[in-house]
Nanobody
Framework: VQLQASGGGLVQAGGSLRLSCATSGRTFSSYAMGWFRQAPGKEREFVAAISRGGGSRNYADSVKGRFTISRENAKNTVYLQMNSLKPEDTADYYC?????????????????WGKGTLVTVSS
């Protein structure tokens, strides 16, 4: 499974961005999907996860109520809608795929990773 994240960029605080993660292969619906992020000088952290069918989702407390994860299995794509962005949301955002859905997801749950897309939120 290959993953390609896109949609990052520079946005002012309070603004919105939508990240997309396109995957290759015909087994997308077999995988739970997650978003993680890594801010400069910090460890990578969990952001959001969604189950294979999309019926279950969970979020880090820091983004709950502001971010929404969704997926379109017909398009082999997972999304992260980010609203009310804050400067502390600035990070490289990574999408990942794993066979097991967990709440919260951990890096150990993920089997495949894409390259990051940079989100910068200015104050």
């Amino acid at each position: 499974v290959q993953l390609q994240a896109s949609g990052g960029g520079l946005v002012q605080a309070g603004g919105s961005l939508r990240l997309s993660c396109a995957t290759s292969g015909r087994t997308f619906s077999s995988y739970a999907m997650g978003w993680f992020r890594q801010a400069p000088g910090k460890e990578r952290e969990f952001v959001a996860a969604i189950s294979r069918g999309g019926g279950s989702r969970n979020y880090a407390d820091s983004v709950k109520g502001r971010f929404t994860i969704s997926r379109e299995n017909a398009k082999n794509t997972v999304y992260l809608q980010m609203n009310s962005l804050k400067p502390e949301d600035t990070a490289d955002y990574y999408c990942a795929a794993g066979l097991r859905y967990s709440a919260p997801a951990t890096e150990g749950d993920m089997d495949y990773w894409g390259k990051g897309t940079l989100v910068t939120v200015s104050s």
